[in-house]
């Protein structure tokens, strides 16, 4: 055991938290209030260190004669003249405003789009080997969940709207399901593990 | 007193001693040699004690024993050298031996059989060696033990000193271990061929050399090896990529044709995809918002990223449209970093003709730190958790509630008539829904939770939408579900645009991979069967 400290706090604060859900006692529920601000803030500290990091790590980058530096000149630009737009004008400014409107949501826009192209590429070599029969419900899932999602000119085809409906409500709820109560006994079991010690992410051992 | 000298040491012994008193040599070496080098010695009778300093063994002593002893005792008497010099060679012998041998005759010679004895005095006359000088010179150290020096000890068996466990015990030389045999029948005797075996002998193991003789074609063998292996660890050329592959010819296809489907509708705007008639969800979201009583404050959350936007953008413009219009006063928040300034945006572009006044009409809190944690915080204490507005308005200087209209006396996030959250991510629309949920189970309570969410994430919000209890109120899917909504509020400017060029778009889609994947399947299979059958018609 590294340090014994963080471990008690660790299960004292989780404790606390824990029992001010389900105990009706004023000293609890202010004191687990408290401890979700102090949260808050760490966390809003934590995001100010790793912009401060990157910022550090990309400036010894683009010192050092390395190969790609050009990429980290160009973040410490970016970062920069960001910083001071948003922080000389203000988030909401016409100046800010651009900036996001004209260069974030395109890049970002750009790169879903690549993506669309990648997967249809991806659907059309899915046959090009032997295809099984996972291979066929995969690629005819597929095609009718993309046809029937827009409005395919108006065209009624009887029991294609019904069969995307099914799927969406019926196979695709049902895994999505499982994969929501395998989420949560993970995560009851990883805040059970944290409370008896037994994880220790924070540092000790 | 007779004395004897010496066989080991030359020192003058008494002749009745069996051992040196000065080396502890045996004097008479019939005596046994295992009482000199240590082996069991029987207790001293009295008989023996007598014995010790006696010749009384001589008589038990074997004949080759004795035989062995007379002709030591007469080895001495020979002259040493005369015999040597009679049979050398004449034309042997050296000019110098030659002038030693003339001044030695003018000499008496030594007496040979006569102990040498360091206190002896040398004449004048005869020379020394300079080597011989060095030597005496040693041997009168202060160290050395003369014979004068010694006291007489009468020898009886009560002395002490006259068993042998009493004797001085002196460590031998190595030499004269070396000398000795120390085992066998010959045991006490020096000069003699040893008895050990040559084998038991400690020596320098050989070194054998280590390299491997092999033939040529073992040689050959191990180069061949030696090449295969160091070829596999390196690594193989890349092939040069062409410019024009088949793969890269495909992917631009793709893009072109996708790219030519939604660019057409909006070249054309011809307005050939009729919106869905009916979707369960907005229709439930419609009814909730028609509901809402006049000057009702909703909290809209904007957790999506920027490259969803167009898609969540167009979905939400109805609803929040709609909103609006019911003259509800809104409040912005966002779990996400770029959630604030996406929700300045949307305010800004999509629902900039509702004159809403920023601070009186909506309030934009900014970005929520903490993921589930900051929103658990927000939704139980949000006077504590957020004190200012993107715009830096400080939000709660009012005692009991905020001095900013749209906010009023807000003290938890059940005074919000509506909560409505825009959401991309899993983790983030099961962080609000569970966070939310049950707050909102009493029945009591009138605040409805409504999710506008991407096509993607329906599998995923559906189960709390359809579940019982109901944890989610209402909710619009996609461009599908907000073209819906758009249906049945109008206000059908900003999806009409997009609905076409979506459903071009997934039209196209579905057929490239439909004709593509065949294509690939079957013409290989088609074309493989031909030539399997032209093979066989000959």
């Known amino acids: 055991m590294k340090n014994p400290v963080y471990t008690a706090i660790a299960i004292g604060v989780g404790i606390v938290v824990l029992l001010g859900y389900f105990l009706q006692i004023d000293l609890l529920a202010n004191l687990r209030i408290v401890l979700l ?40 630009v970016s970062m920069t003249i960001t910083l001071l737009v948003a922080g000389w004008f203000g988030p909401t400014h016409t100046y800010s405003l651009w900036i996001f409107n004209y ?103 | 007193m007779d004395q004897i000298s010496c066989p080991s040491c030359g020192k003058p012994n008494s002749v009745d001693n069996k051992f040196c008193d000065f080396c502890l040599s045996a004097l008479h070496p019939e005596s046994s040699g295992e009482e000199v080098f240590g082996a069991p010695i029987p207790p001293l009778s009295g008989e023996n004690r007598e014995g010790l300093g006696g010749h009384e063994s001589d008589a038990e002593a074997p004949d080759w024993l004795s035989e062995l002893e007379r002709s030591k005792e007469a080895e001495p008497e020979e002259s040493l050298g005369t015999e040597a010099d009679e049979k050398l060679p004449a034309d042997a012998v050296t000019d110098w031996m030659s002038e030693v041998s003339e001044e030695d005759e003018g000499k008496p010679e030594p007496d040979s059989a006569a102990p040498f004895l360091p206190d002896q005095e040398i004449s004048d006359s005869q020379e020394i060696p300079h080597w011989l000088n060095d030597a005496l010179i040693e041997e009168e150290s202060p160290g050395s033990i003369e014979d004068e020096d010694l006291p007489e000890i009468p020898i009886s068996s009560d002395a002490p000193g006259s068993s042998l466990e009493d004797l001085p015990v002196t460590p031998f030389s190595d030499e004269t271990l070396g000398d000795l045999e120390n085992a066998g029948p010959l045991a006490g005797l020096k000069g003699i061929l040893s008895a050990e075996a040559g084998a038991a002998r400690a020596k320098t193991p050989k070194a054998y050399s280590s390299s491997l003789r092999i033939s040529s074609s073992q040689r050959a063998h191990i180069e061949l090896l030696t090449g295969l292996v160091e070829e596999e660890g390196q690594p193989l050329p890349l092939p040069e990529r062409k410019a024009l592959s088949q793969q890269n010819v495909m992917r631009w296809v793709i ?212 579940g019982i209890p109901q944890m989610v109120n209402g909710l619009v899917v996609g461009l599908r579900g907000g073209a819906a909504y758009a249906r049945l509020v109008g206000g059908e400017d900003l999806l009409s645009q997009y609905w076409d060029a979506f459903s071009w778009g997934t039209f196209v889609a579905a057929m490239l991979i439909l004709v593509g994947g065949l294509g690939y399947y079957v013409v290989p299979e088609l074309t493989r069967t031909a030539k399997g059958q032209d093979k066989v018609e000959p």
């Open chain 1, 37 to 76: 601000e102090w949260a808050t803030i760490l966390v809003a500290v934590a995001l100010l260190v790793g912009i401060v990091n990157l910022f550090v790590v990309h400036f010894r980058k683009s010192a050092a004669d390395q190969q790609n530096r050009i990429n980290s000149i160009v973040l410490i």
């Open chain 1, 103 to 205: 260069i974030q949501i395109p890049i970002e826009a750009s790169l879903m789009a690549i993506l669309t192209v990648m997967l249809i590429y991806a659907g059309i070599r899915l046959l090009r080997r032997k295809p099984n029969l996972l291979t066929i419900v995969f690629i005819a899932t597929a095609v009718i969940i993309l046809l029937m999602s827009g409005a395919l000119f108006g065209i009624d085809i009887p029991g294609l709207s019904e069969l995307r409906i099914w799927i969406g409500k019926v196979p695709a709820v049902a895994g999505a399901r499982g994969i929501l109560l395998g989420v949560s006994l993970g995560i009851v079991a990883a805040g059970l593990r944290i409370l008896i010690g037994a994880d220790r992410p924070y540092g000790g051992s």
């Open chain 2, 255 to 466: 893009g072109l044709v996708l790219f030519v489907a939604v660019l057409w509708p909006l070249v054309v705007s011809s307005e050939q995809m009729p919106f869905p008639v009916y979707d369960e969800g907005s229709s439930e979201v419609n009814r909730l918002i028609n509901q809402l009583p006049e000057n009702a404050r909703v909290l809209v959350g904007f957790d999506f990223e920027p490259g969803l936007a167009a898609e969540l953008e167009a979905a939400a413009d109805p609803v929040i449209n709609h909103i609006m219009d019911q003259g509800a006063l809104l409040t912005l928040i966002s779990t996400s970093p770029n959630g604030p300034i996406l929700a300045e945006r949307f305010m800004q572009s999509t629902q900039s003709g509702h004159q809403y006044i920023n601070g009186l009409d909506y309030i934009n809190l900014g970005y929520l730190p903490g993921g589930a944690a900051g929103l658990v915080s927000f939704l139980d204490n949000p006077q504590g958790t957020i004190s200012f507005s993107i715009d830096g308005i400080p939000l709660w200087e009012t005692e009991g509630g905020s001095n900013v209209p749209v906010l009023g006396d807000i003290d938890q996030v059940t005074d919000y008539e509506m909560v409505l959250v825009m959401v991309d991510d899993p983790e983030t629309a099961r962080a609000w829904i569970e966070q939310l949920g049950p707050r909102l189970s009493d029945p009591l309570e009138l605040t409805s939770l409504v999710l506008i969410t991407s096509a993607q994430l329906e599998p995923v919000v559906r189960p709390y939408y359809d």
